[in-house]
C-alpha cells in the first residue's frame, strides 16, 4: 500500500492543519507539501506512534486494531457498516462544522488523525474502494492481541452425532449422465435436459445433476449446445483413475465462471433471467477462508458463516452495495434489499456452498445432531487440499471387480468397476434401481437396439460383456443376444385394463354398437374385454350414453363418505 506521505500529499492544507491539531504538531510557514512531510516526520516516530495509539480511546483503537488484523486494509463499505458512519465532507463545510472535534464514528476520528487513508484497488471483480493504513505507519503500530476470529475462521467442535461422509460418488454420477447422453441423443440442449430429468433416479446425488453438466460441458467432455458427449474427451476422461478424475471435477468447479452457487439456493429467485453476482470472485473469496480450515478436523457451519460476516460481508459485492438486488424470498414473498437480509442471502450461499458443491465433490463432509435436522458441521476431507494446491497428492481406493452377469440377463456392476466398462454396458442394456454399491442392467431388446443404432455390433457386446464379467458368457446368454440379432424382439408387455361384465350379452351389446365398440380390445372370455388405458374415460362415457354405468378401476373410485 502507499506510504503516509504520498497519502498526505493528496490532502489539502486546511485537512493537514486537522491531522497536525490531533498530533500536537506545530507546522511551519509554508505550501502543503512542507506541511505533508512535517507532519510525516512525527507521525512516523515510533515514540509519538505509541503515545497516540495508546491514548485513543476504546471504541477507536478497537477499529484500528480491527483494520491490523484484516492486513492494514478493508473494503470501504465493510469498515463504515461496522465503525461508520462517515460523513463525506468538502474543505467548506468541514471548516465550519469542525466534525475532528466532535466525531461520529470511530472512522472519523481514525481518518482525521491519518491513521488511515482511502484508494481505490483493482480485485478480481473490478476496482473497489478500500480503506488501508499507510504501510510505513502500519509497521510502528502496536501488534493488537489476537481477535476471536483470527487464524482458521469459525471454530473447532466436537464430532456431530451423525455424521454424512462425502465420497467419490460424483466420478460415477458423471460416467451415469455421460452413458445416458450418448444413449438419448437430442438435436438441442433443452432436448436433452428434458430427457436428463429420467436419469435422477440412477444417480447418487440426484441434486448435483446440474453442477456436473455444468462441469462437463465447461470441461468440453459435452459438446455445447446440444450437451452430446464428445468421443474423444469421454474416452479419456473414463480412462483417467478415479483419483484424478474427482480432481478435474474438483478444479473445474473452483474455476467455472458459468456455475452460480447464489442461482442454486433453494429459497431465492430472482426478478432477471440473468442473477446479479459474479460467482467467480465470489467463490474465490470463499475458498480463501475454507483453506485457513485445516483438514480432517470438525467445524462449526455457524461461526464460519459468522466470520466471513464479520470480517468481508460483502465478498460477492463489489460495490458493497446491499440496496440494488431485487432478490426475493419464495418461501414469503419478501423482496430481500438491504444488509439486514444477509443471512438470507450471503449466509444461505455459504451455507449452500459448503453443503451442496462441497460435498458432492467429495471435499466436505457434514454433521447433524438429529436425523432429520440442519447440517450444523462440517469437516474438510484430503480432498479439499487440491483447493490450495492442485497437484497435491490424493489416495482414493481403486477396483477392477468385474461384473456379475447372470444368464436370465440381469447384470450387476460394482460402483467402483472401471467407469469405461460401465459406460459400455449403460449403453446397450435397460437400466434397474441402483443400490449403495452396485448398477443394474438387464439386457432387452429395446436397450440393444438403441445402441446398434448407434453402431454397436454384437460382436462389441460380446468382448464388452466378457472383459466386465473376467469370463465367457453363459450359453444361453448368447445364444438370446443372437436370436435377437437374427428375429429382433420377440415379444413385448403391454399395459392393459380388463373389463370384467355381468353377463355376456352386456359384451355383446357393447360390441354392437359403434361407438363403444371401438374403445374395445382384445376379449378373453365371454365377460371379459381389454381396454387402453387411455380410451377408459371415453368408453365410461359412450356405455353411459348407450344406457349402461361402468364402474371405474379401484384406483379411482370415488371415496365414499
Aim: no cysteine; glycine share 6%; proline share 9%.
Amino acid at each position: 500500500m502507499r506510504s503516509l506521505l504520498h497519502t498526505l500529499q493528496d490532502y489539502d492544507l486546511g485537512h493537514l492543519r486537522i491531522v497536525a491539531e490531533l498530533w500536537g504538531i506545530d507546522l511551519p510557514q509554508g505550501p502543503a507539501r512542507q506541511a505533508a512531510e512535517a507532519i510525516a516526520r512525527t507521525m512516523l516516530d515510533p515514540a509519538t506512534v505509541t503515545e497516540i495509539t495508546e491514548s485513543l480511546p476504546p471504541a477507536i483503537r478497537e477499529a484500528l486494531d480491527h483494520l491490523l488484523h484484516m492486513g492494514g486494509r478493508a473494503p470501504l463499505s465493510d469498515f463504515v457498516r461496522r465503525y461508520g458512519p462517515f460523513r463525506e465532507m468538502g474543505p467548506g463545510r468541514r471548516d465550519r462544522e469542525k466534525p475532528w472535534r466532535d466525531s461520529a464514528s470511530p472512522i472519523e476520528s481514525l481518518w482525521y488523525r491519518g491513521l488511515i487513508a482511502r484508494a481505490f484497488i483493482d480485485t478480481p471483480s473490478g476496482p473497489r474502494e478500500f480503506v488501508f493504513i499507510p504501510s510505513d505507519l502500519e509497521a510502528l503500530l502496536p501488534v493488537p492481541a489476537p481477535a476471536q476470529h483470527s487464524g482458521s475462521p469459525g471454530g473447532s467442535i466436537d464430532p456431530p452425532p451423525i455424521s454424512l461422509p462425502a465420497t467419490s460418488v460424483a466420478v460415477d454420477d458423471a460416467t451415469t449422465l455421460l452413458a445416458a447422453l450418448r444413449r438419448y441423443p437430442g438435436d438441442d440442449g433443452d432436448t436433452a435436459r428434458a430427457r436428463l430429468e429420467a436419469v435422477s433416479p440412477f444417480l447418487h446425488q440426484p441434486e448435483s445433476l446440474n453442477l456436473l453438466l455444468t462441469l462437463l460441458r465447461e470441461e468440453g467432455i459435452l459438446i455445447q449446445p446440444s450437451l452430446q458427449p464428445d468421443p474423444q474427451s469421454v474416452r479419456s476422461y473414463l480412462d483417467t483413475p478415479r483419483t484424478e478424475a474427482l480432481r478435474r471435477l474438483i478444479l473445474a468447479w473452483k474455476r467455472s465462471s458459468a456455475w452460480n452457487e447464489l442461482a442454486h439456493v433453494p429459497h431465492l429467485t430472482y426478478t432477471s433471467e440473468e442473477w446479479p453476482n459474479d460467482p467467480l470472485p465470489s467463490r474465490r473469496t470463499v475458498l480463501e477462508y475454507i483453506t485457513q480450515i485445516p483438514l480432517r478436523s470438525w467445524w462449526d457451519l455457524s461461526s464460519f458463516i459468522a466470520t466471513i460476516r464479520d470480517q468481508q460481508p460483502g465478498f460477492q459485492r463489489p460495490a458493497g452495495d446491499f440496496d440494488s438486488w431485487y432478490l426475493r424470498d419464495i418461501r414469503t414473498g419478501t423482496f430481500l434489499r438491504g444488509f439486514e437480509y444477509w443471512d438470507a442471502i450471503e449466509g444461505a450461499l455459504l451455507y449452500y456452498l459448503i453443503t451442496g458443491p462441497m460435498h458432492w465433490l467429495g471435499i466436505a463432509d457434514l454433521g447433524r445432531t438429529t436425523l432429520e435436522g440442519e447440517i450444523t458441521t462440517f469437516r474438510l476431507t484430503p480432498a479439499a487440499a487440491v483447493l490450495s494446491d492442485p497437484e497435491t497428492h490424493l489416495t482414493i481406493k481403486e477396483s477392477t471387480a468385474s461384473a456379475t452377469i447372470h444368464s436370465d440377463g440381469r447384470i450387476f456392476v460394482p460402483r467402483r468397476a472401471l467407469r469405461a466398462l460401465r459406460y459400455q454396458i449403460a449403453r446397450f442394456t435397460s437400466w434397474e434401481p441402483i443400490d449403495d454399491d452396485n448398477y443394474s442392467y438387464r439386457l432387452t431388446p429395446v436397450g440393444l437396439k438403441k445402441a446398434f443404432d448407434q453402431g454397436l455390433e454384437l460382436s462389441h457386446v460380446f468382448t464388452i460383456l466378457e472383459s466386465a464379467g473376467g469370463e465367457t458368457l453363459p450359453t444361453s446368454l448368447k445364444k438370446a443376444l443372437e436370436r435377437w440379432e437374427s428375429h429382433g424382439s420377440e415379444g413385448h408387455f403391454r399395459s392393459e385394463m380388463i373389463l370384467q361384465l355381468r353377463s355376456p350379452e352386456v359384451l355383446l351389446e357393447l360390441q354392437g354398437d359403434r361407438t363403444t365398440a371401438r374403445y374395445l380390445g382384445e376379449v378373453l372370455g365371454p365377460t371379459t374385454v381389454t381396454v387402453h388405458e387411455g380410451d377408459l374415460s371415453r368408453l365410461r362415457s359412450a356405455a353411459t350414453r348407450l344406457g349402461i354405468l361402468l364402474d371405474p378401476p379401484p384406483t379411482l373410485l370415488e371415496s365414499e363418505p
